[in-house]
């Protein structure tokens, strides 16, 4: 019979492996339960996980798909590194494109270079004002940054909700509650002429490099993995728990607030009702698919960022519906919580005793 038996230390081998296998799972049990349900099962996980790769006009989609998960992960990653769980990312992305935003109306009649790089400031600002309040919380009054964080996420929405339809509603939009468009010198400039490869794809990249320097390479990513891991230790080696709090969640939240604004002043071009996508919560999935390490994230925003574009795909081919997405997605994430016991055991055969 099969036995689960506990490994003598944790199996590196495994722990790169079981995200390809829940990758695998994930897709053999979607197939089965769009068969059950009658839809084409095979075709569905096909369209999703696999045309997006093999379309090469759809590469532009998983670029721009990918970098705004790849940059919010890479703070959440910061943060789960030093056991600071940051769920709110999208409360702080919203709160960068609004901040952004509020930039680029006020400079609406002006032109300048300059007028980009100061929504991006500002973009970084707003997510990072909006990560120091569950950071405060947690260093001065001990509350859990995983409530308050969250909760605030419903809070910006509202905010959202309020200024588009409100203040900041387009005198010209026909009365649909939607900001003005953005200027040319307050979008990302394409990379290539009539492609929708933006600014913020590079940038995305260079993010992860610098993180992986920071964490790898510097005194404060160590100390990121000692407060994480030994906070005893932490604590003698003189690093302090509050300070890596505060870091890693102002962090977190710069690095939500401008993915937001980059996907307000990309393939939005402005802010609407719509703007919250879920990327905020895909990127908490795409963290632990990368393994908490930035090379992994760049891979993981990549499948996640598939799962958007094949989601659309097998909208208008297999008939899935706009929920096969967020399904796909959310088995995913469960079968990598399911497969991470192969990291500390091994299966075995025992023969039963006669």
């Given at each position: 019979m099969l036995e689960w038996r506990r490994r003598r230390e944790p199996s590196s081998a495994m722990l790169w492996l079981s995200p390809v296998i829940a990758i695998a799972l994930t897709m053999l049990l979607g197939m089965i339960v769009f068969t059950a349900m009658g839809y084409d099962g095979f075709h569905g996980v096909e369209s999703i996980f696999l045309r997006p790769f093999l379309e090469?006009?759809?590469?532009?989609?998983?670029?721009v798909k990918a970098a705004p998960l790849v940059m919010i992960a890479l703070g959440l990653a910061i943060g789960f590194r030093a056991n600071v769980w940051n769920i709110g990312a999208e409360g702080q992305y919203i709160m960068g494109a609004i901040a952004g935003t509020g930039?680029?109306?006020?400079?609406?009649?002006?032109?300048?270079?300059?007028?980009l790089p100061a929504m991006a400031l500002a973009g970084v600002l707003g997510g990072m004002a909006w990560a120091a309040i569950p950071a405060l919380l947690r260093v001065r009054l001990q509350v859990s940054e995983i409530l308050t964080s969250l909760m605030l996420t419903y809070v910006a929405v509202q905010v959202l909700y309020f200024l588009v339809r409100g203040p900041w509603k387009?005198?010209?939009?026909?009365?649909?509650?939607?900001?003005r468009m953005f200027t040319a010198d307050q979008t990302l400039p394409a990379m290539m002429e009539g492609s929708l490869v933006h600014l913020g794809i590079p940038?995305?990249?260079?993010?992860?490099?610098?993180?992986?320097l920071v964490l790898e390479r510097t005194t404060a990513g160590y100390a990121v993995k000692v407060v994480g891991l030994a906070p005893a230790a932490a604590r003698h080696g003189?690093?302090?728990?509050?300070?890596?709090t505060w870091a890693t969640l102002l962090a977190s939240g710069g690095l939500a607030g401008l993915a937001g604004l980059f996907e307000a002043a990309?393939?939005?071009?402005?802010?609407?009702?719509?703007?919250?996508?879920?990327?905020?919560?895909?990127?908490?999935i795409v963290a632990f698919l990368g393994r908490l390490h930035p090379l992994g994230i760049v891979l993981g925003g990549i499948v996640l960022?598939?799962?958007?574009?094949?989601?659309?795909?097998?909208?208008s081919t297999v008939r899935?519906?706009?929920?096969?997405t967020g399904m796909f997605q959310a088995l995913l994430l469960f079968m990598l919580l399911a497969t991470d016991v192969l990291v500390k055991y091994r299966i075995v055969w025992k023969a039963r005793a006669a």
């Open positions: 090469p006009q759809r590469w532009a989609d998983l670029g930039v680029a109306l006020a400079t609406y009649e002006m032109t300048g270079w300059w007028i387009d005198p010209d939009g026909f009365n649909f509650p939607q900001t940038v995305a990249l260079l993010i992860a490099l610098v993180a992986w003189g690093f302090s728990a509050g300070t890596v990309g393939p939005f071009g402005q802010l609407t009702p719509q703007f919250p996508v879920g990327y905020g919560f895909t990127a908490i960022a598939a799962t958007y574009v094949g989601g659309e795909i097998a909208q899935l519906p706009q929920a096969a």
